[in-house]
């Protein structure tokens, strides 16, 4: 008998809530497993697949089974992935460093330009994993996409930086979330998010996109 009114709807929010409690306790399980370093992005990639699969009404997937899959599948290419995105944030730290230990206009300018850059980076991170689980792209195409995102729509950049912020500030005000829903938490909002965002993107491009399955 399927619930409605008041009952079916506080029915479906406690499912999700224990369906992320259970895919964040899969993601710290697969963190674990890769001792942190290797385990990290294969674990965050498939987290934010199974996500994915349960935004767009596929809420019958075995979830530990395809955690699994898309955690050996990726594991070698999102550690790639993840690792380029970090190494070119360390850049950017470092060259900002750089340029703001040195007391002249030409650095102060340069500091400016690489802060600004930081920025879009962050922003651009943000979309980087909802991008990578949802398209079959080169791996520079996720980096260009990305960045061609952040800048053609600011208004939805907005959007995903409170949609980080807000389920980050509750789970660190709440520190007995953190096993339940540190990582699935923002990951849902970031992929409810994106997924609006990608909708607008696809209906005005011409050429057809591969969807990653």
Not at 61 to 67: E, L, N, V
Not at 192 to 199: D, I, M, R, T
């Amino acid at each position: 008998m399927e619930l409605t009114g008041w009952r079916g709807t506080l029915y479906r929010y406690m499912d999700w809530g224990m369906r992320l409690a259970y895919i964040n306790i899969l993601w710290l399980g697969g963190i674990i497993l890769g001792l942190g370093v290797v385990g990290f992005f294969p674990a965050t990639v498939a987290m934010l697949s199974v996500i994915r699969k349960w935004s767009y009404g596929e809420e019958d997937i075995k979830t530990f089974r395809y955690f699994k899959d898309i955690y050996r599948k990726e594991l070698l290419k999102a550690n790639i992935y993840g690792y380029i995105w970090f190494i070119i944030g360390v850049i950017l730290f470092v060259d900002l460093q750089f340029f703001r230990s040195l007391p002249n206009i030409p650095a102060l300018i340069a500091s400016f330009f690489f802060f600004i850059l930081g920025i879009i980076y962050l922003i651009a991170l943000l979309y980087a994993f909802p991008l990578y689980v949802g398209y079959q792209m080169k791996l520079s195409q996720y980096f260009k996409d990305c960045i061609y995102i952040v800048l053609a729509h600011p208004l939805f950049a907005v959007f995903m930086v409170l949609g980080f912020y807000f389920p980050y500030y509750l789970v660190m005000k709440i520190p007995g979330l953190i096993p339940f829903y540190s990582g699935s938490l923002i990951g849902v909002t970031l992929i409810f998010l994106s997924n609006k965002l990608f909708k607008i993107i696809e209906s005005k491009q011409q050429e057809p996109i591969e969807y990653k399955k």
